[in-house]
């Protein structure tokens, strides 16, 4: 049973246009949720993270959304660029047991 | 500073072979994850170490998976007996902080690919 549920599995975004990338959970206890974007041959790399009393969190061109009631958080990069080709993964932690439990990525190709 | 290293970055073994793979964290880092990720998938959580302590082995496969980190620096992940299934890249992250001390950033390494044929 997947603990978190990432949407869609591939994205083609046009250069400049807004990627919007989406993950569903059902525990109550996840106290923290990470995005993270992972190039070939490397490791993920931690991008933005928000806490669930906050509805929405932003740094720079990324933008993550919360919505508590849905059990539902999204990330949105602003005028996408090709460097933002990558694949990305939302996360969510487990609090008292410090587990994390990864969405099953999306690959995003944004064309020049 | 240095990031989190693993070795070796790749490693071919045939089934039935034991192998051992090798994660240096961040120095001074409390926590440290491993994860196995298939390929087109995301990372699957395998075990957790607070300091030298496993608190957490849930995630891993079989009995034929074995982690240690027993100055609580380095750790090492041993696969015993390989079986093809096993194949897939293993990720080691640590993070500053332990357990129940609020939200922390994990910092991954490049990974191990292992194949097993």
């Known amino acids: 049973q997947q603990q978190v549920k990432q949407s869609p599995q591939s994205l083609i975004v046009q250069k400049g246009g807004i990627s919007i990338i989406n993950c569903a959970y059902e525990?109550?206890?996840?106290?923290?949720f990470p995005w993270y974007q992972q190039f070939p041959g490397k490791g993920p790399a931690l991008l933005i993270a928000i806490r669930p009393d906050v509805s929405e969190k932003k740094e720079g061109r990324f933008t993550i959304s919360f919505n508590k009631s849905a059990k539902q958080f999204s990330l949105h990069i602003m005028d996408s660029q090709p460097g933002d080709s990558a694949t990305y993964f939302c996360?969510?932690?487990?609090?008292?047991?410090?587990?994390?439990?990864f969405g099953s990525g999306t690959k995003l190709n944004v064309k020049p | 500073g240095a990031g989190v290293s693993q070795s070796p970055r790749y490693k071919v073994a045939k089934r039935g072979q034991d192998v051992a793979l090798r994660c240096d964290p961040i120095?001074?880092?409390?926590?440290l994850f491993w994860y196995q990720q298939a390929l087109g998938q995301g990372p699957e959580f395998l075990t957790y170490?607070?300091?030298?302590?496993?608190?957490?082995k849930s995630g891993l496969p079989s009995d034929r998976f074995f982690a240690e980190r027993p100055e609580g620096s380095v750790s090492t992940l041993k696969i015993q007996r390989t079986q093809q299934e096993d194949s897939a890249v293993y990720l080691c992250?640590?993070?500053?902080?332990?357990?129940?001390?609020?939200?922390?950033?994990?910092?991954f390494g490049p990974g191990t690919r292992l194949t097993v044929l």
């Open positions: 170490f607070q300091n030298e302590a496993q608190l957490d």
């Open positions: 992250a640590s993070s500053p902080r332990g357990a129940g001390v609020g939200a922390d950033t994990q910092y």
């Open positions: 525990n109550t206890a996840f106290d923290y």
């Open positions: 996360a969510a932690r487990l609090y008292n047991f410090n587990k994390f439990y």
């Open positions: 120095s001074g880092h409390v926590s």
